[in-house]
């Protein structure tokens, strides 16, 4: 086990320390609860954690306190596989990536993941960050994708691709106008109970295959069903959104989860009526 000095935090700082202990724990059982209690909105939250049979692993994560303050508790989930350790938290995102500086550098380590010029450093640096969620009040069902690919960054629409079967897929179940203008597309999904977001917030990514993202940031999707109880259910345009919703967040409370067969055109195994048949369920999660 590591030992730290700690340092004298700023009074909204609050801080938490775990230890990894594999040796102590089942693999299918490696969980670590954070309490929360006294965690409050207007704090920052930091999680430093470390592994007790590898010194030279140490991540500190920053929460903030809105996303925290209405919870008891979080907690994560620790992922071995061979030298690699991740790390997937569950009833709260973190703010960016974790660092590995130790606590004697906390203070600007806060300073650095809640400053916004860091994030537009990310953007220049050819980080990707994803679009706005689309949903309205009548949103019964959120569609997840992982992030925008090359073209639909560039024109700032979702699934903008031609080769792209979203919006065809849509128009059969849902009974669409496709000769539509985005703008009246997304009009016609939101009154039709479907909102659409992305699970990663930034990303590194070559190209736009999902199986090319790294270093992921996610949105706080935990935070945003709270916010909009009207979601009763979550589908996932492919595996690799479903993949990243499970490292990062697992399962959300009383939400219902829905994988589908990407509508990507890199997805071309799946015969066109076989996606469209799987589609048709998000019809169930409408009514």
């Not at 079967?165 to 009154?191: G, H, P």
């Amino acid at each position: 086990m590591l030992n730290f000095k700690k340092s004298k935090s700023p009074d909204n700082i609050k801080t938490r320390n775990r230890t990894i202990r594999p040796s102590s724990r089942a693999v299918s059982s490696k969980s670590y609860k954070i309490d929360t209690k006294k965690v409050g909105p207007n704090d920052t939250l930091i999680v430093n954690i470390d592994h007790e049979s590898k010194p030279s692993f140490f991540e500190s994560y920053t929460f903030s306190g809105l996303s925290v303050a209405s919870k008891n508790s979080i907690s994560f989930r620790v992922i071995e596989s061979g030298n690699r350790i991740d790390i997937s938290w569950s009833g709260a995102s973190p703010l960016g990536l974790p660092s590995r500086k130790k606590p004697d550098q906390l203070k600007d380590w806060v300073e650095e993941s809640t400053n916004k010029e860091i994030f537009e450093k990310k953007i220049a640096e050819g980080i990707l960050q994803s679009f706005d969620p689309i949903c309205n009040e009548n949103t019964k069902l959120l569609i997840l994708g992982t992030m925008p690919g090359t073209e639909s960054l560039e024109k700032k629409q979702y699934y903008a691709n031609s080769r792209n079967f979203f919006w065809k897929l849509l128009s059969q179940v849902l009974n669409l106008d496709l000769s539509v203008d985005y703008t009246t597309r997304t009009q016609q999904i939101l009154e039709k109970g479907i909102g659409l977001w992305d699970v990663c917030m930034f990303c590194s990514r070559e190209g736009s295959l999902d199986a090319n993202i790294e270093d992921e940031t996610p949105n706080d999707l935990t935070v945003f069903v709270e916010k909009n109880p009207q979601i009763k259910a979550i589908a996932f345009n492919g595996k690799e959104a479903a993949k990243l919703f499970g490292k990062h967040f697992g399962s959300i409370p009383g939400i219902k989860l829905l994988g589908l067969p990407s509508s990507s055109p890199a997805n071309a195994a799946i015969p066109w009526e076989e996606k469209l048949s799987k589609w048709s369920k998000i019809k169930e999660y409408l009514k």
